[in-house]
């Protein structure tokens, strides 16, 4: 499973828009953190699935909305409700300092 792609033209109906509450993975290409915590969003995707979005905004691809959202620092995980900010998390996270922020923020 690949992660959804979230850019600068689909942010707002895909994430500010959603029904569900969505964690957006704000990320580079070349940030090895990044690539560390992918494969965890990627499990917890399909395992929460129905409860919460999980997809990726690239930082280089999509500034406008990175810089929208004062991304200083990748990874930085940000939890959107009803299109609001619930938390905003910079750096890497375990599988269940992951699946805490989740249940929390659902």
Known sequence: ???????????KKE?????????????AAWCSPCKMIAPLLEELAKEYSKKIKIGKVDVEASPKTATAYAVMSVPTII??????IMEQVVGVLSMSGLKR???ANL
């Open 1 to 11: 499973m690949s992660l959804p792609h979230y850019t600068d033209a689909n942010f």
């Open 101 to 103: 922020k989740i249940e």
């Open 79 to 84: 939890f959107f409700k009803d299109g609001k």
């Open 15 to 27: 994430v500010l828009d959603s029904d569900l509450p969505v964690l957006v993975d704000f990320w």
